[in-house]
């Protein structure tokens, strides 16, 4: 990991010396640990909380883990890590530098005091974090640290299901582990990116995947699967948008968090992102302005989720077109009772407007359109729909409309006309 946030240290984050400095949540001290190193902070608290020595958050969270391990013998691996992982004053998870060599300290905690086969699974899970944060493809240890941790995630899992006692109840107790240790192993080759490593992440995931069916376990499952489709983006380098995938995420987030919550509007973009990259460009873009009218109206303009959302939608709502020769082009406007077009050059900034005959312009993937003026097929006028194909020799593009129970069909370019703002759905 290369990315080091030194604002977040308190000199570099302009918090005064004296009585108002900041000092670490652990050991209330002030300044550089005895090592000299300084406090640090990544996470999301403000103001002067949160900083603390890494050596006191290490070892506050060994006591936790401790604790943890003492009292839920059995299943509490992902509470026994948790210290490690999330800050207790703001219950955000650490980032950057801090989470990287947290997870480190983990481990090492772990394979010292828990190297016992019946706490395999703690050490299972605490690699498995790791594996999540180191960098394979740039950098040559953690590729070499995050290959002898698959190993020995994989020889945990069958040792623990070898021995006879733990075995017996392997099923109920540890399958869960070992399919999220299958997911990190499969997102640890997948980020290595090599030929050889995409084809094993896939059958990782894959494991995983199944696991998580089989328990029904819905939400890591879908993620799963999610996961799979990009592996196989990478392997044929073409896209699968598992569109199906993300709208049954997007599905269960709005039943379990609500469909305000930041995280639902997320995968809701993720869905309208992917209709429009498949060219429903207006399934996706109404989705889209619902959910920007959603996190304007419980969240706000200046969130984060707003924000995003807006600015895609504002990209979606760009409306290509081409010229016979191929040359694309953004359409502003009509002018003229539709007569003329007025289009910008979308490769150089700042351009300025042009005006071109509507009949020259071709509505390209995705754009939405209406019909008009046909003389046969008459009852497609005034319809709206999505170009999905363009055929510049015969002269047509093949539209699917939005009303149920109309049939896609091939239209001749001078009967189409871009659809800059779409009309309200119960029109
Ligand atoms: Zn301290
Ligand atoms: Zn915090």
Redesign the pocket.
């Known amino acids: 990991m290369t990315s080091t946030n030194n604002k977040r240290t308190a000199a570099d984050a302009g918090l005064p010396e004296g009585d108002n400095a900041p000092c670490?949540w652990?050991?209330l001290?002030e300044g550089p640990?005895k090592t000299g190193a300084p406090l640090v902070r990544d996470c999301s608290c403000r103001g002067s909380s949160g900083f603390?020595?890494l050596?006191?958050i290490i070892k506050h969270a060994e006591s936790e883990g401790r604790r943890v391990a003492m009292e839920n013998a059995e299943t509490g691996a992902a509470l026994f890590a948790k210290a490690f992982e999330y800050c207790p004053n703001c219950k955000q998870q650490y980032q950057n530098e801090v989470i990287y060599k947290l997870t480190k300290a983990a481990v090492d905690f772990t394979d010292r005091e828990y190297k016992d086969v019946t706490c395999g699974y703690l050490l299972c899970h605490t690699l498995s974090n790791r594996l999540t944060v180191i960098d394979p493809k740039n950098n040559a240890d953690d590729k070499a640290e995050g290959e002898e941790s698959c190993t020995k995630i994989l020889s945990i899992i069958e040792d623990m299901k070898c021995n006879e006692l733990l075995g017996l109840f392997w099923k109920e107790t540890y399958v869960y582990f070992e399919a999220t240790a299958y997911g990190a192993i499969g997102g640890f080759f997948m980020r290595l990116d090599t030929e050889e490593s995409l084809t094993k992440a896939k059958q990782y995931v894959e494991k995983a995947r199944d696991i998580f069916r089989e328990t029904e376990n819905e939400m890591p499952m879908l993620m799963a699967e999610k996961k799979i489709a990009s592996i196989e983006s990478k392997i044929s380098g073409e896209e699968n948008l598992c569109v199906d995938t993300l709208q049954k995420i997007y599905a269960y987030l709005q039943r379990t968090i609500g469909e305000t919550d930041p995280q639902t509007i997320g995968a809701g973009a993720d869905v309208a992102e992917a209709l429009c990259l498949s060219f429903h460009a207006i399934e996706g873009e109404r989705l889209l302005s619902k959910l920007v009218e959603l996190s304007r109206r419980v969240h706000g303009m200046d969130h984060e989720s707003t924000k995003r959302s807006m600015s895609y939608l504002q990209r979606m709502k760009e409306r290509i077109v081409i010229t016979q020769d191929g040359q694309p082009f953004i359409a502003l406007r009509y002018e003229n009772d539709g007569d003329k077009c007025i289009v910008k050059d979308p490769t150089i900034e700042d351009e300025k407007e042009t005006r071109m005959s509507a009949s020259g312009i071709i509505p390209y993937l995705g754009t939405p359109v209406v019909c008009k003026g046909l003389q046969q097929l008459t009852h497609l006028n005034g319809k709206i729909g999505d170009v999905r194909k363009v055929d510049l020799e015969e002269g047509k593009c093949q539209v699917h409309f939005q009303e149920a129970g109309l049939e896609h069909a091939k239209i001749k370019f001078n009967h189409l006309r871009v659809v800059f703002d779409l009309p309200p759905l119960d029109a």
């Open positions: 670490c652990v050991c001290e640990d603390a020595h050596s006191c």
